[in-house]
């Protein structure tokens, strides 16, 4: 197989993203908007996102926390959305930049105002997952404001070659399908791999849609490696 | 065909690329096609990975296997810099499927350059366990529990595999010191033979017994004067082995080292200890005044040896003491 030839060819861009340019200082006066929510009237699946949400933020960005906390939004699914709109406007960069990565799951048409302001906020991290969130709803269009996130954003390596692919994007994912994958996903399993025991056996698909599992290779002494891609 | 993948094949190894991302699969943008490709045939070039092999290149979209492996990627931007919430990491899984080998590096991607000799090694290991496990007896019985995945019985072997560390046959210790690198993570109570078995005439034994200490970590901190000693081990293999054993033992370990460049009687020990120091995890800032003052050292092994090391690890505090 030549990787060349391969349809959605990954970039690696781990070590370019790192030179992503400088932005502005944080805009320190965004209010909170939770001060306006009322305890009393919060409902079960609210109650779930916030705690959700909480648990996020008490995980000291550890990517546990963040997994964590995606497959319980995952779980609660569009009700959760309100609850992560309001942290979409947070003092707090990695809040706001998590609420957009959880929204790209719960992309939906209700969001997609509240995604379309956050395409100018200072965090890069929440532009890009912004981004990527409406693109779920269908490829972005080429307006003015678009082109100029592609050809003017600070983040080099991030935002706009998410751009890119948003504005070129034809593939029609299916949201309920990904949040009922990710929902069910067995929270213990999270970091077993452990030397010694037996390799937690896995089914993924390649490029072209083929199923593979682990245990298949069994006989075959498998060297398995993780890397990062950007899109 | 390439090189890379004849290496894979000739090993009966079948290599598995898994893309971690938070993201989604994005159909490829035709402007960056271009950086796209010769940003991966750049990769591909680097890391050694085969692209040729009929290696499985999987997507993990949600990453959930990531997260089951414990190297979740997720994008995310502090002080303005794109980080990643883990990192890259191979893993490597016997025929059985039993995991037995992690990479990772905090700072870098790991070079296939490095991870080949990790598979030959394990064949290695593999055929010194088989033999022992054809034994009769504990023995046998032993080995053939350290082949099984971690259980209730492994305890049970490590008596056993111990005490074969004093074996008379070299293939015996070394298959014994092997198990015990398998079964590390329940091995804390063979410390002690394990210690002993550094002054081993095999080679393999020796490594081995390195690899199990380095391996059971902050537990094995008893060894840690022996393992100062294997720092002046004729074989490369086994110095590198105890400088990585020293860092994972802990940041008490690396101080031990700093500590035997200054004190230590014989000469070939500090040169050592010096020599160690740069590649030592957890090394204390202690280090840099140590090798400064090793450069008075009355041997000229000890003061070449600190003069290379403190190039490397502080050029600037290196070039104000003098050396060359």
Redesign the interface.
């Known amino acids: 197989?030549?990787?060349?030839t391969?349809?959605?060819?990954?970039?690696?861009?781990?070590t370019?993203?790192?030179l992503?340019?400088?932005?502005q200082a944080q805009d320190e006066t965004k209010k909170k908007s939770s001060e306006a929510s009322k305890p009393g009237s919060t409902s079960a699946p609210e109650k779930a996102a916030r705690d959700a949400l909480a648990g996020f933020e008490k995980g000291n960005?550890?990517?546990?926390a963040?997994?964590e906390a995606?497959v319980r939004l995952a779980q609660i699914g569009s009700a959760a959305a309100p609850v992560l709109l309001e942290a979409l406007q947070d003092s707090k960069?990695?809040t706001r930049?998590f609420a957009a990565?959880a929204l790209?799951l719960l992309a939906e048409s209700t969001v997609q105002p509240a995604l379309e302001r956050a395409l100018v906020d200072p965090?890069?991290?929440v532009r890009?997952?912004a981004i990527?969130a409406l693109?779920?709803l269908g490829p972005l269009p080429r307006n003015k404001d678009n082109e100029r996130i592609l050809t003017t954003d600070?983040?080099i390596?991030?935002v706009r070659?998410m751009m890119?692919?948003?504005?070129?994007?034809?593939?029609r994912?299916s949201l309920a399908e990904?949040r009922t994958?990710?929902a069910e996903?067995d929270l213990r399993?999270?970091?077993?791999?452990?030397?010694?025991?037996?390799?937690?056996?896995?089914i993924?698909?390649?490029?072209a849609g083929k199923t593979?599992r682990?245990?298949q290779?069994?006989?075959?002494?498998?060297?398995?490696?993780?890397?990062?891609?950007?899109? | 065909m390439r090189e890379k993948a004849k290496e894979y094949q000739r090993r009966d190894v079948q290599p598995l690329l898994v893309m971690a991302q938070q993201s989604f699969q994005l159909k490829r943008p035709k402007v960056l096609v271009k950086v796209n490709e010769d940003a991966w045939a750049r990769w591909l070039d680097e890391s050694g990975w085969p692209d040729a092999v009929p290696g499985e290149v999987l997507f993990d979209p949600l990453s959930t296997v990531s997260a089951t492996y414990g190297v979740a990627f997720q994008t995310q931007f502090r002080d303005d810099r794109n980080v990643w919430s883990s990192r890259p990491a191979i893993f490597v899984i016997d025929p059985e499927g039993v995991l037995r080998n992690v990479g990772s590096r905090p700072d870098q991607d790991i070079r296939e350059d490095v991870i080949l000799p990790v598979v030959d090694d394990l064949r290695e290991q593999r055929e010194l366990i088989a033999a022992l496990s054809a034994k009769e007896g504990a023995r046998g019985e032993a080995a053939r529990i350290a082949r099984a995945p971690l259980g209730a019985r492994t305890k049970t072997a490590i008596p056993v595999l111990a005490e074969a560390l004093k074996d008379e046959s070299p293939q015996v210790r070394a298959g014994a010191a092997a198990a015990l690198y398998w079964i590390a993570a329940e091995a804390g109570t063979a410390v002690p033979a394990l210690t002993g078995a550094l002054q081993d005439k095999d080679i393999r034994a020796r490594r081995l017994s390195v690899l199990a200490l380095a391996r059971i970590g902050p537990d094995a901190r008893s060894a840690v004067p022996a393992l100062i000693q294997v720092l002046a081990d004729e074989h490369p293999l086994v110095r590198t082995a105890a400088i990585s054993a020293l860092g994972r033992i802990g940041p008490d370990a690396a101080a031990v080292v700093v500590e035997a460049l200054q004190k230590d009687k014989a000469a070939r020990i500090r040169a050592a200890a010096a020599a160690a120091l740069p590649a030592i995890a957890g090394r204390p800032p202690s280090a840099v005044p140590a090798l400064i003052e090793a450069m008075k050292d009355t041997d000229a092994g000890v003061r070449a040896a600190a003069a290379l090391a403190l190039k490397k690890i502080d050029p600037q505090a290196a070039k104000k003491a003098g050396a060359k």
């Open positions: 197989m030549r990787l060349g391969m349809t959605g060819v990954p970039v690696l861009l781990a370019l993203a790192l992503a340019g400088p932005i960005e550890d990517w546990r963040r997994m995606l960069p990695a930049e990565q790209v965090t890069p991290g890009l997952y990527q693109s779920m600070p983040s390596f991030g070659p890119a692919a948003a504005l070129e994007r034809t593939d994912p990904m994958a990710l996903y399993k999270m970091d077993s791999a452990r030397v010694g025991q037996t390799a937690p056996d896995f993924l698909t390649d490029y593979v682990l245990s290779f069994r006989g075959k002494t498998v060297v398995l490696r993780f890397i990062l891609f950007d899109y």
